[in-house]
Protein backbone atom coordinates (compact mmCIF):
# COMPACT_ATOMS: atom_id res chain seq x y z
CA UNK A 1 0.00 0.00 0.00
CA UNK A 2 2.68 2.31 0.91
CA UNK A 3 4.29 1.74 -2.45
CA UNK A 4 1.51 2.67 -4.73
CA UNK A 5 0.79 5.87 -2.65
CA UNK A 6 4.06 7.03 -3.19
CA UNK A 7 3.86 6.31 -6.89
CA UNK A 8 0.62 8.06 -7.28
CA UNK A 9 2.39 10.49 -5.56
CA UNK A 10 5.43 10.41 -8.12
CA UNK A 11 2.66 11.41 -10.65
CA UNK A 12 1.27 14.02 -8.93
CA UNK A 13 -1.32 12.78 -6.21
CA UNK A 14 -1.93 14.69 -2.62
CA UNK A 15 -0.42 11.69 0.15
CA UNK A 16 -2.90 13.26 2.73
CA UNK A 17 -5.73 12.44 0.00
CA UNK A 18 -4.18 9.52 -1.35
CA UNK A 19 -3.45 7.75 2.16
CA UNK A 20 -6.80 8.27 3.74
CA UNK A 21 -8.93 7.42 0.38
CA UNK A 22 -6.55 3.86 0.77
CA UNK A 23 -7.29 3.38 4.41
CA UNK A 24 -11.10 4.40 4.03
CA UNK A 25 -11.53 1.37 1.27
CA UNK A 26 -9.89 -0.97 4.16
CA UNK A 27 -11.66 -0.32 6.98
CA UNK A 28 -11.14 -4.01 8.33
CA UNK A 29 -7.47 -3.23 8.25
CA UNK A 30 -5.30 -3.73 11.51
CA UNK A 31 -4.57 -0.52 13.56
CA UNK A 32 -1.09 -1.19 13.63
CA UNK A 33 -0.61 -2.09 9.50
CA UNK A 34 -2.76 1.51 9.56
CA UNK A 35 0.46 3.37 11.29
CA UNK A 36 2.75 1.48 9.59
CA UNK A 37 1.75 2.40 6.41
CA UNK A 38 0.93 6.20 7.45
CA UNK A 39 4.68 5.85 8.83
CA UNK A 40 6.08 4.77 5.66
CA UNK A 41 4.61 7.14 2.99
CA UNK A 42 4.99 10.03 5.39
CA UNK A 43 8.36 9.10 6.58
CA UNK A 44 10.25 8.66 3.34
CA UNK A 45 8.71 11.37 1.58
CA UNK A 46 9.69 13.85 4.34
CA UNK A 47 13.32 12.45 4.44
CA UNK A 48 14.16 11.96 0.80
CA UNK A 49 17.06 13.71 0.98
CA UNK A 50 18.65 11.82 3.74
CA UNK A 51 17.72 8.36 1.74
CA UNK A 52 19.17 9.73 -1.29
CA UNK A 53 22.40 10.68 0.14
CA UNK A 54 22.55 7.00 1.66
CA UNK A 55 21.55 5.38 -1.12
CA UNK A 56 24.01 7.35 -3.58
CA UNK A 57 26.75 5.33 -1.61
CA UNK A 58 26.00 2.30 -2.77
CA UNK A 59 24.44 2.41 -6.20
CA UNK A 60 26.12 1.96 -9.41
CA UNK A 61 24.08 4.59 -11.36
CA UNK A 62 22.81 8.09 -10.88
CA UNK A 63 19.59 7.69 -9.00
CA UNK A 64 17.60 9.95 -11.68
CA UNK A 65 18.52 7.33 -14.11
CA UNK A 66 16.74 4.31 -11.52
CA UNK A 67 13.43 3.61 -12.66
CA UNK A 68 10.84 5.29 -10.57
CA UNK A 69 9.26 2.29 -9.03
CA UNK A 70 12.47 0.81 -7.96
CA UNK A 71 13.65 3.92 -6.37
CA UNK A 72 10.62 4.12 -4.53
CA UNK A 73 11.41 0.37 -3.43
CA UNK A 74 14.70 1.35 -2.39
CA UNK A 75 13.87 4.64 -0.77
CA UNK A 76 10.82 2.40 1.65
CA UNK A 77 13.73 0.09 2.29
CA UNK A 78 16.21 2.15 3.19
CA UNK A 79 13.65 4.01 5.46
CA UNK A 80 13.10 0.66 7.69
CA UNK A 81 16.78 0.37 7.52
CA UNK A 82 18.29 4.16 8.24
CA UNK A 83 15.24 5.16 10.63
CA UNK A 84 12.80 2.85 12.19
CA UNK A 85 13.76 0.67 14.93
CA UNK A 86 11.35 -1.80 15.36
CA UNK A 87 11.31 -3.78 11.96
CA UNK A 88 14.32 -6.33 11.85
CA UNK A 89 16.98 -5.47 8.95
CA UNK A 90 16.27 -8.92 7.37
CA UNK A 91 13.01 -8.60 7.49
CA UNK A 92 13.62 -5.11 5.94
CA UNK A 93 15.37 -6.41 2.80
CA UNK A 94 13.35 -9.64 2.27
CA UNK A 95 10.07 -7.89 2.26
CA UNK A 96 11.40 -5.24 -0.49
CA UNK A 97 12.53 -8.03 -2.68
CA UNK A 98 9.79 -9.79 -2.70
CA UNK A 99 7.01 -6.73 -3.10
CA UNK A 100 9.68 -6.12 -6.50
CA UNK A 101 9.15 -9.43 -7.27
CA UNK A 102 5.34 -9.20 -6.51
CA UNK A 103 5.48 -6.16 -9.04
CA UNK A 104 7.39 -7.81 -11.81
CA UNK A 105 10.64 -6.44 -11.37
CA UNK A 106 12.36 -9.80 -10.72
CA UNK A 107 15.03 -8.48 -12.68
CA UNK A 108 15.70 -5.77 -10.78
CA UNK A 109 15.45 -8.09 -7.30
CA UNK A 110 19.58 -8.93 -7.01
CA UNK A 111 19.84 -5.02 -7.86
CA UNK A 112 17.68 -3.92 -4.54
CA UNK A 113 19.32 -6.47 -2.58
CA UNK A 114 22.73 -5.59 -3.44
CA UNK A 115 21.64 -2.03 -2.38
CA UNK A 116 20.30 -2.65 0.93
CA UNK A 117 22.66 -5.25 1.80
CA UNK A 118 25.48 -2.96 1.40
CA UNK A 119 23.60 -0.07 3.26
CA UNK A 120 23.20 -2.37 5.91
CA UNK A 121 27.22 -3.33 5.97
CA UNK A 122 28.37 -0.06 5.84
CA UNK A 123 25.71 2.39 7.17
CA UNK A 124 27.44 3.53 10.24
CA UNK A 125 30.75 4.84 8.02
CA UNK A 126 28.55 6.94 5.73
CA UNK A 127 29.71 10.52 5.86
CA UNK A 128 26.69 12.47 7.05
CA UNK A 129 27.49 16.24 6.93
CA UNK A 130 28.13 18.00 10.15
CA UNK A 131 25.80 20.89 11.41
CA UNK A 132 28.46 23.11 12.78
CA UNK A 133 30.88 22.14 9.69
CA UNK A 134 28.70 21.98 6.53
CA UNK A 135 25.13 23.69 7.65
CA UNK A 136 23.77 23.90 4.00
CA UNK A 137 25.08 19.93 3.24
CA UNK A 138 23.58 19.26 6.98
CA UNK A 139 20.19 20.87 5.81
CA UNK A 140 20.51 19.32 2.58
CA UNK A 141 21.61 15.61 3.21
CA UNK A 142 20.74 14.93 6.91
CA UNK A 143 16.94 16.75 7.19
CA UNK A 144 15.90 16.64 4.14
CA UNK A 145 15.60 20.16 2.81
CA UNK A 146 16.04 20.80 -1.53
CA UNK A 147 18.98 22.90 -2.01
CA UNK A 148 17.32 25.91 -2.77
CA UNK A 149 14.90 26.14 0.18
CA UNK A 150 18.24 25.30 2.50
CA UNK A 151 19.87 28.30 0.89
CA UNK A 152 17.47 30.34 1.72
CA UNK A 153 16.50 29.62 4.81
CA UNK A 154 19.93 29.88 5.95
CA UNK A 155 20.26 33.39 4.82
CA UNK A 156 16.87 34.22 6.02
CA UNK A 157 16.98 32.87 9.73
CA UNK A 158 20.65 32.07 10.31
CA UNK A 159 22.79 28.50 10.87
CA UNK A 160 21.09 28.00 14.16
CA UNK A 161 17.33 29.05 13.70
CA UNK A 162 17.29 27.30 10.34
CA UNK A 163 18.66 24.00 11.21
CA UNK A 164 15.74 23.77 14.24
CA UNK A 165 13.47 25.04 11.75
CA UNK A 166 14.24 21.88 9.56
CA UNK A 167 14.34 19.69 12.40
CA UNK A 168 11.04 20.09 13.82
CA UNK A 169 9.73 20.39 9.65
CA UNK A 170 11.87 16.86 9.43
CA UNK A 171 9.60 14.94 12.46
CA UNK A 172 6.36 13.57 12.14
CA UNK A 173 3.62 16.89 12.67
CA UNK A 174 1.45 16.31 15.95
CA UNK A 175 -2.17 14.90 15.58
CA UNK A 176 -4.04 17.79 16.79
CA UNK A 177 -8.58 18.29 16.54
CA UNK A 178 -10.48 20.92 17.03
CA UNK A 179 -13.07 20.25 19.44
CA UNK A 180 -16.85 21.20 18.09
CA UNK A 181 -18.30 23.33 20.81
CA UNK A 182 -21.58 23.25 18.82
CA UNK A 183 -21.68 20.13 20.23
CA UNK A 184 -19.58 19.67 23.42
CA UNK A 185 -17.37 21.36 25.05
CA UNK A 186 -13.38 20.88 25.06
CA UNK A 187 -13.85 18.96 28.72
CA UNK A 188 -16.06 16.91 27.53
CA UNK A 189 -14.65 15.23 24.67
CA UNK A 190 -11.36 14.95 27.18
CA UNK A 191 -13.18 12.87 29.08
CA UNK A 192 -14.54 10.84 26.16
CA UNK A 193 -11.11 9.75 24.82
CA UNK A 194 -9.96 9.27 28.37
CA UNK A 195 -13.04 6.80 28.57
CA UNK A 196 -11.81 5.20 24.85
CA UNK A 197 -8.36 4.66 25.98
CA UNK A 198 -6.71 7.32 24.29
CA UNK A 199 -4.33 9.61 25.70
CA UNK A 200 -4.54 13.58 24.44
CA UNK A 201 -4.13 17.02 26.32
CA UNK A 202 -5.16 20.20 25.66
CA UNK A 203 -3.82 23.15 23.61
CA UNK A 204 -1.59 25.67 25.08
CA UNK A 205 -2.91 28.21 23.00
CA UNK A 206 -6.34 27.19 20.99
CA UNK A 207 -9.04 27.05 23.30
CA UNK A 208 -10.87 24.21 21.07
CA UNK A 209 -7.71 22.28 20.36
CA UNK A 210 -6.71 18.73 22.24
CA UNK A 211 -3.63 16.95 20.76
CA UNK A 212 -3.77 12.95 20.83
CA UNK A 213 -0.77 12.20 22.93
CA UNK A 214 -1.39 8.24 22.40
CA UNK A 215 -4.37 6.43 20.06
CA UNK A 216 -5.99 3.23 21.44
CA UNK A 217 -7.16 0.75 19.47
CA UNK A 218 -10.76 2.14 19.60
CA UNK A 219 -11.58 4.82 17.11
CA UNK A 220 -11.85 8.52 18.07
CA UNK A 221 -15.43 8.89 19.26
CA UNK A 222 -17.35 11.21 18.18
CA UNK A 223 -16.23 11.11 14.31
CA UNK A 224 -19.99 10.26 12.56
CA UNK A 225 -21.55 12.71 15.37
CA UNK A 226 -19.78 15.82 14.36
CA UNK A 227 -17.68 16.20 17.50
CA UNK A 228 -14.76 16.97 16.49
CA UNK A 229 -12.89 18.02 12.93
CA UNK A 230 -8.85 17.11 12.29
CA UNK A 231 -7.36 20.73 12.43
CA UNK A 232 -3.69 21.92 13.18
CA UNK A 233 -3.54 24.30 16.07
CA UNK A 234 -2.19 26.98 14.36
CA UNK A 235 -4.69 27.05 12.16
CA UNK A 236 -7.53 26.86 15.08
CA UNK A 237 -6.03 30.68 15.50
CA UNK A 238 -7.12 31.60 12.37
CA UNK A 239 -10.88 31.78 13.24
CA UNK A 240 -10.05 33.96 16.34
CA UNK A 241 -8.09 36.58 14.25
CA UNK A 242 -11.02 37.25 12.71
CA UNK A 243 -12.78 38.30 15.48
CA UNK A 244 -16.18 37.97 14.54
CA UNK A 245 -19.02 38.82 17.02
CA UNK A 246 -21.99 36.87 15.91
CA UNK A 247 -25.00 38.01 13.80
CA UNK A 248 -22.65 39.80 10.84
CA UNK A 249 -21.74 39.04 7.16
CA UNK A 250 -19.24 36.67 6.50
CA UNK A 251 -16.91 36.21 3.54
CA UNK A 252 -14.19 33.15 4.06
CA UNK A 253 -12.86 33.77 -0.07
CA UNK A 254 -10.58 30.48 0.13
CA UNK A 255 -12.71 28.20 2.18
CA UNK A 256 -12.05 24.49 1.11
CA UNK A 257 -11.31 21.99 2.55
CA UNK A 258 -13.34 24.13 5.53
CA UNK A 259 -11.85 24.38 8.93
CA UNK A 260 -11.75 27.69 8.94
CA UNK A 261 -15.26 27.89 7.81
CA UNK A 262 -16.89 26.15 10.48
CA UNK A 263 -15.09 27.27 12.96
CA UNK A 264 -15.88 30.37 12.24
CA UNK A 265 -19.57 29.40 12.11
CA UNK A 266 -19.01 27.66 15.70
CA UNK A 267 -17.52 30.65 16.98
CA UNK A 268 -20.49 32.63 16.39
CA UNK A 269 -22.71 29.82 17.67
CA UNK A 270 -24.30 29.91 14.14
CA UNK A 271 -26.16 33.39 14.10
CA UNK A 272 -23.38 34.53 11.10
CA UNK A 273 -23.92 34.48 7.44
CA UNK A 274 -21.20 33.41 5.84
CA UNK A 275 -20.28 32.62 1.88
CA UNK A 276 -17.50 30.10 1.79
CA UNK A 277 -16.06 30.24 -1.97
CA UNK A 278 -13.49 28.10 -3.14
CA UNK A 279 -12.30 27.49 -7.43
CA UNK A 280 -12.90 23.80 -7.54
CA UNK A 281 -16.45 22.43 -7.34
CA UNK A 282 -15.18 19.36 -5.21
CA UNK A 283 -13.66 21.39 -2.93
CA UNK A 284 -16.80 23.29 -2.29
CA UNK A 285 -18.37 19.94 -1.58
CA UNK A 286 -16.35 19.26 0.58
CA UNK A 287 -16.80 22.33 2.90
CA UNK A 288 -20.54 21.91 2.40
CA UNK A 289 -20.51 17.91 3.28
CA UNK A 290 -18.04 19.10 6.57
CA UNK A 291 -20.29 21.81 7.69
CA UNK A 292 -23.16 19.09 7.80
CA UNK A 293 -21.57 16.87 9.69
CA UNK A 294 -20.50 19.37 12.13
CA UNK A 295 -24.18 20.98 12.63
CA UNK A 296 -23.22 24.27 11.31
CA UNK A 297 -25.59 26.25 9.94
CA UNK A 298 -25.88 29.86 8.00
CA UNK A 299 -23.24 28.73 5.37
CA UNK A 300 -23.37 29.37 1.65
CA UNK A 301 -21.05 27.73 -0.23
CA UNK A 302 -20.43 28.80 -3.92
CA UNK A 303 -17.32 27.60 -6.60
CA UNK A 304 -15.89 30.56 -7.33
CA UNK A 305 -12.49 32.63 -8.62
CA UNK A 306 -11.64 34.86 -5.60
CA UNK A 307 -8.80 36.44 -7.69
CA UNK A 308 -12.33 38.19 -9.42
CA UNK A 309 -14.59 39.91 -6.97
CA UNK A 310 -17.62 38.22 -6.87
CA UNK A 311 -20.71 39.78 -8.30
CA UNK A 312 -23.19 38.13 -6.39
CA UNK A 313 -21.72 39.83 -2.98
CA UNK A 314 -22.84 44.14 -3.15
CA UNK A 315 -20.25 46.18 -2.44
CA UNK A 316 -18.71 46.99 1.07
CA UNK A 317 -21.60 44.57 2.54
CA UNK A 318 -19.26 42.16 4.13
CA UNK A 319 -18.13 42.61 7.86
CA UNK A 320 -15.14 40.51 8.49
CA UNK A 321 -13.33 38.65 4.83
CA UNK A 322 -10.95 35.87 5.40
CA UNK A 323 -8.51 35.25 3.25
CA UNK A 324 -6.71 31.81 3.69
CA UNK A 325 -4.43 32.25 0.44
CA UNK A 326 -3.21 29.69 -1.36
CA UNK A 327 0.32 30.00 -1.30
CA UNK A 328 3.74 27.90 -1.01
CA UNK A 329 2.98 25.53 1.81
CA UNK A 330 6.06 25.87 3.76
CA UNK A 331 4.80 25.93 6.95
CA UNK A 332 2.72 22.44 6.46
CA UNK A 333 6.28 20.46 5.00
CA UNK A 334 5.66 17.40 7.86
CA UNK A 335 1.83 17.46 6.78
CA UNK A 336 2.50 17.95 2.83
CA UNK A 337 5.64 16.40 2.74
CA UNK A 338 5.85 16.18 -1.11
CA UNK A 339 5.80 20.14 -1.45
CA UNK A 340 9.40 19.48 -0.55
CA UNK A 341 10.75 17.93 -3.86
CA UNK A 342 7.31 19.57 -5.89
CA UNK A 343 7.92 23.27 -5.09
CA UNK A 344 10.49 25.97 -6.64
CA UNK A 345 12.08 29.02 -5.61
CA UNK A 346 10.38 30.63 -9.04
CA UNK A 347 7.48 30.10 -7.85
CA UNK A 348 7.07 31.91 -4.66
CA UNK A 349 6.41 35.54 -7.00
CA UNK A 350 3.98 33.94 -8.41
CA UNK A 351 2.10 32.80 -5.38
CA UNK A 352 2.39 35.93 -3.91
CA UNK A 353 1.04 37.96 -7.49
CA UNK A 354 -1.74 35.86 -7.22
CA UNK A 355 -2.09 36.59 -3.15
CA UNK A 356 -1.99 40.29 -3.79
CA UNK A 357 -5.11 39.61 -6.83
CA UNK A 358 -7.43 37.62 -4.34
CA UNK A 359 -7.10 40.81 -1.84
CA UNK A 360 -7.42 43.21 -4.45
CA UNK A 361 -10.51 41.41 -5.67
CA UNK A 362 -11.85 41.13 -1.93
CA UNK A 363 -11.62 45.14 -0.22
CA UNK A 364 -13.67 46.23 -1.99
CA UNK A 365 -16.66 44.06 -0.33
CA UNK A 366 -15.31 45.09 2.98
CA UNK A 367 -17.74 47.31 4.69
CA UNK A 368 -16.59 50.39 6.75
CA UNK A 369 -15.12 49.62 10.05
CA UNK A 370 -14.96 45.88 8.81
CA UNK A 371 -12.10 43.74 8.69
CA UNK A 372 -9.66 41.59 6.72
CA UNK A 373 -7.90 39.06 7.86
CA UNK A 374 -4.91 38.21 5.47
CA UNK A 375 -3.88 34.26 6.65
CA UNK A 376 -1.57 31.56 4.99
CA UNK A 377 0.73 28.39 5.65
CA UNK A 378 3.97 29.46 4.80
CA UNK A 379 7.17 31.98 5.26
CA UNK A 380 8.55 33.91 2.47
CA UNK A 381 8.50 37.31 2.86
CA UNK A 382 7.61 38.10 -0.52
CA UNK A 383 4.17 36.14 0.16
CA UNK A 384 3.89 37.60 3.74
CA UNK A 385 5.02 41.11 4.28
CA UNK A 386 5.74 42.06 0.86
CA UNK A 387 1.83 40.84 -0.04
CA UNK A 388 0.79 43.53 2.78
CA UNK A 389 2.77 46.05 2.06
CA UNK A 390 1.31 46.00 -1.21
CA UNK A 391 -2.20 46.47 0.00
CA UNK A 392 -1.52 48.72 2.18
CA UNK A 393 0.25 51.02 -1.00
CA UNK A 394 -2.88 50.58 -3.03
CA UNK A 395 -5.74 50.80 -0.61
CA UNK A 396 -5.24 53.77 1.64
CA UNK A 397 -8.74 53.59 2.98
CA UNK A 398 -7.38 49.98 4.75
CA UNK A 399 -4.79 50.53 7.91
CA UNK A 400 -3.17 46.82 9.71
CA UNK A 401 -3.60 46.57 13.20
CA UNK A 402 -1.92 45.04 15.61
CA UNK A 403 -3.07 41.48 16.44
CA UNK A 404 -1.60 41.85 20.07
CA UNK A 405 -3.88 44.67 21.58
CA UNK A 406 -6.68 42.18 20.72
CA UNK A 407 -5.69 38.72 21.39
CA UNK A 408 -5.16 37.06 25.06
CA UNK A 409 -2.45 37.87 26.68
CA UNK A 410 -0.78 34.30 26.55
CA UNK A 411 -0.53 34.75 22.67
CA UNK A 412 1.72 37.53 23.25
CA UNK A 413 4.45 35.04 22.13
CA UNK A 414 3.09 34.53 18.93
CA UNK A 415 3.59 37.72 17.14
CA UNK A 416 5.98 39.65 15.53
CA UNK A 417 7.22 43.21 16.09
CA UNK A 418 4.51 44.81 14.17
CA UNK A 419 1.76 42.61 15.67
CA UNK A 420 1.25 40.24 12.22
CA UNK A 421 0.61 36.41 13.81
CA UNK A 422 3.98 33.79 13.01
CA UNK A 423 4.04 30.56 14.06
CA UNK A 424 6.86 28.38 14.03
CA UNK A 425 6.66 24.59 15.18
CA UNK A 426 10.27 24.58 16.79
CA UNK A 427 9.11 28.17 19.05
CA UNK A 428 5.23 27.51 19.76
CA UNK A 429 4.66 24.08 20.51
CA UNK A 430 4.94 21.90 17.67
CA UNK A 431 2.21 24.27 15.76
CA UNK A 432 2.60 24.62 11.93
CA UNK A 433 4.16 27.84 10.55
CA UNK A 434 1.26 30.67 9.79
CA UNK A 435 1.18 34.28 9.48
CA UNK A 436 -1.57 36.43 9.69
CA UNK A 437 -2.03 39.77 9.34
CA UNK A 438 -5.60 41.67 9.81
CA UNK A 439 -6.87 45.34 8.25
CA UNK A 440 -9.35 47.41 9.17
CA UNK A 441 -11.24 49.88 6.37
CA UNK A 442 -11.54 53.23 7.84
CA UNK A 443 -13.94 54.66 5.01
Known amino acids: MALDILLRVEEGAFADLTLDAFLSDRPTLDPRDRALATELVYGSLRLRGRLDFALCRFCRKPL ?27 AAVHETVALARREGLERATGFINGILRALIRERAEIPWPKAGTSPAAYLEQVLSLPRWLARRWLKEYGVEEAIALAEAMARPAPFT ?14 SRLEEAGHQAVPTKFAPEGVTIV ?29 APTGEERILDA ?28 KRVQMVAAGAER ?18 FIEPESVDRVLVDAPCSGLGVLRRNPETRWRRNEAEIAAMAARQSTILNGVAPLVAPEGRLLYSLCTLPPEETTGVIDDFLKDHPDFVREDLRDTAPEDWRGLFDEEGNLRTFPHRHGGMDAFFAARFRKIR
Open 177 to 190: LRVNTLRLSREEYL
Open 64 to 90: AKVEPRVLALLRLGAYQLLILDRIPDR
Open 294 to 311: LGCQGIETKAWDATVTPP
Open 214 to 242: HRSEKPLPGSDEGWFQVQDEASMLIAHLV
Open 254 to 281: CAAPGGKTTHLAALCRNRAAIFALDLHP
